[in-house]
């Protein structure tokens, strides 16, 4: 599980919904696709289809509301659309999919676990061909079940180990003493809550795991507390804390709407001293912008030299920028550098930019680095960003984080439902 600590606290979930055979509408679909609905939770249900022929087609589910109201061939036409925009989304990735890549013959399963609770959703499979043809459609309702929140225990305790420590990070496992409730835990640096008690350590998690739910709902992600808490024994190895900097994992039980309960656990450790300090330089000018998004889409490369030895990523402020880039432009939190010197990659362990100044469009950056061979380096280089910004920038993503298995999950882009099951290939 991913964890981040601090001012973002971020955990991933082995996702446990107790199963039911409850919530289906058994009306018949006609002979085209046999759909079967199986155990249903708050978050999804895991469904079959089975075609009547051999002929390609398409199937996902659809809030009911929506799909009551469009006609088989605006439905087939809806999922065409639908599909090139995950076609489109893919590109953005790398990924050269065409909308006979989302198309299955014979019997086929998913598993849903992004949808909203408490909500009526409609199964349709479809005949489409490569081309986009579509033909009639099979349809069958089943409504998810209602989110309550599990019982949260009060004498829950929590066994922490911490190994492998370096000046970067530490491996942090977490055993519950039991193994069916629902838990949150994480990193905090041990200044920034030294002098809390339990409740105001409670009060600061369920502030950051909200903010993290708010986050993701901006950006059209159903997260829920659930999906943020831990159940049974977890594990994570952080690779980008402080070097020779208290920590301290927390840990405590939590419920499925973010109650706590019981007492705090606590485990103190520090990561390791950088073992050397260098000096680096950096100069070149004419800094060439070039349109570029990581695996996440959230940063791009806009300054690098011509021999490539150094890659700046370096981000803009606004989402919306276009234009001539600026050094009012950056928000240097959010970017980073890459060098490679010599034959020799540094990989970056963690970089701080602690300047900027210049006029026009020439501007000295510095800052440091520490690179995985634990030695810090100290940087200053020119460049001169006279190139204009070209390509849509990315979203701007939480800091040097991550988030596994979400993509597009249950977002509404415009109004439209976007189901998970295209999107998470």
């Known amino acids: 599980m991913k964890k981040y600590f601090a001012y973002v606290a971020v955990a991933l979930v082995a996702f446990g919904f107790a199963s039911c055979k409850g919530g289906e509408n058994n009306e018949p679909e ?32 659809i809030e009911a509301a929506e799909a009551a109201k469009m006609t088989d061939e605006e439905v087939g036409a809806y999922l065409v659309d639908y599909l090139q925009e995950a076609v489109d989304y893919y590109k953005d990735y790398g990924y050269d999919f065409t909308i006979e890549d989302f198309l299955v013959t014979g019997e086929d399963s998913y598993e849903y676990t992004k949808l909203e609770s408490n909500t009526e959703f409609t199964v349709v499979a479809i005949a489409i061909d490569a081309n986009g043809a579509h033909g009639k459609a099979s349809r069958k309702n089943f409504k998810t079940l209602e989110l309550t929140e599990d019982p949260v225990p009060a004498d829950m305790t929590f066994q922490i ?23 949150y835990w994480n990193v905090f640096k041990t200044a920034d809550i030294a002098g809390m008690n339990d409740t105001e350590l409670c009060e600061l998690i369920k502030e950051n795991v909200d903010y993290i739910i708010d986050y993701y709902t901006y950006y059209g992600y159903d997260v829920s507390y659930e999906d943020l808490l831990s159940k049974g024994p977890d594990a994570y190895e952080f690779e980008s804390l402080e070097a ?45 912008i070039d349109d ?7 940063f791009q490369i806009i300054a690098a030299p011509a021999d490539s030895s150094v890659i700046v990523f370096l981000n803009p402020i606004s989402e919306d920028f276009a234009g001539t880039f600026t050094k009012d432009d950056l928000d240097l939190d959010y970017s ?4 490679e ?78 189901s998970e099951k295209a999107y998470n290939r």
């Open 292 to 298: 570029y998004r990581n695996y996440d889409g959230s």
């Open 341 to 418: 010197a010599e034959g020799d990659t540094y990989d970056i362990a963690a970089t701080e930019f602690t300047g900027v100044q210049g006029e026009g469009n020439a501007y000295t950056y510095t800052g440091w680095f520490i690179a995985y061979n634990a030695v810090k380096y100290n940087f200053a280089f020119v460049a001169n960003v006279e190139n204009e910004q070209v390509a849509a920038p990315a979203k701007k993503a939480l800091a040097k984080k991550e988030i596994k298995n979400f993509k597009k999950g249950n977002a509404k882009n415009n109004g439209k439902f976007v």
């Open 336 to 339: 980073g550098i890459y060098i």
């Open 244 to 288: 020779e900097t208290a920590y301290t994992i927390v840990a405590v039980a939590m419920g499925t709407l973010g109650t706590t309960n019981g007492a705090v656990a606590k485990y103190n450790f520090q990561t390791a001293a950088v073992v050397a300090e260098s000096e680096l330089t950096l100069d070149f000018t004419d800094a060439v």
């Open 161 to 183: 180990e911490v190994d492998g420590i370096t000046f970067t990070g530490a491996s942090v496992s977490v055993t519950p003493s039991i193994n069916d409730a629902y838990y």
């Open 30 to 61: 006609n002979e085209l696709y046999k759909i079967e609905i199986s155990d249903i939770t708050t978050k999804g249900a895991t469904i079959t289809v089975t075609p009547a022929d051999s002929a390609t087609y398409y199937w996902d589910v």
